[in-house]
T-cell receptor, first 112, second 116 residues
């Protein structure tokens, strides 16, 4: 069973561009979570999704950030008009039920 | 809101010896889960051990064990017979057992160095 897949692993964007981060959960997992990790810090929760539904987006910035988990295909975290402060590692996790989360390798976003 | 505190930004241990990493948390809930994750330089988050709050017995996984003190809201990780491969950042995390609670709350991590 393949683990949680994230792509790209590294993404470089200029200020003002859009970043799209993809996450394919483990087979059979219908819960997806996105976290952001700034340098020298722990992971900070952003959003929790189930298929076609956003369950908790309390950690998402109010502007420029959005997430989806369609019926078919990967979950997408979209950041519009990126700024330098968006530079971070973004981790996706999935779970088959509501307590054990398995993490992907992360996407490191660099905004120049 | 729940908070997780790791008061040791850095720890070091001699190879083959034992080290304990501290974690305290704050919650008003009675049913929850606690986790320790390891993050090596590759940045992959690896689950080391988990503890269900309703269980009094401390979890163990090979060389890793926890000391879970529910009343004190303390959850420390003990690594026995430390190996060079244990060098990494370690994160303590809390997650509510409520249905659809979803998110985990992480501490800021402890960097563990293992000296040969």
């Amino acid at each position: 069973n393949a683990g949680v897949m994230q792509n790209p692993r590294h993404l470089v964007r200029r200020r003002g561009q859009e970043a799209r981060l993809r996450c394919s959960p483990m087979k059979g997992h219908s819960h997806v979570y996105w976290y952001r990790q700034l340098p020298e810090e722990g992971l900070k929760f952003m959003v929790y999704l189930q298929k076609e539904n956003i369950i908790d987006e309390s950690g998402m910035p109010k502007e420029r950030f959005s997430a989806e988990f369609p019926k078919e295909g990967p979950s997408i975290l979209r950041i519009q008009q990126v700024v330098r402060g968006d530079s971070a590692a973004y981790f996706c996790a999935s779970s088959p039920r509501h307590y054990e989360q398995y993490f992907g390798p992360g996407t490191r976003l660099t905004v120049t | 809101a729940q908070t997780v505190t790791q008061s040791q930004p850095e720890m070091s241990v001699q190879e083959a010896e034992t080290v304990t990493l501290s974690c305290t948390y704050d919650t008003s809930e009675s049913d929850y889960y606690l986790f320790w994750y390891k993050q090596p330089p590759s940045r992959q988050m690896i689950l080391v051990i988990r503890q269900e709050a309703y269980k009094q017995q401390n979890a163990t996984e090979n060389r890793f064990s926890v000391n879970f003190q529910k009343a004190a809201k303390s959850f420390s990780l003990k690594i026995s017979d430390s190996q060079l491969g244990d060098a990494a950042m370690y994160f303590c995390a809390y997650r509510s057992a409520r249905t659809n609670a979803g998110k985990s709350t992480f501490g800021d991590g402890t960097t563990l160095t293992v000296k040969p």
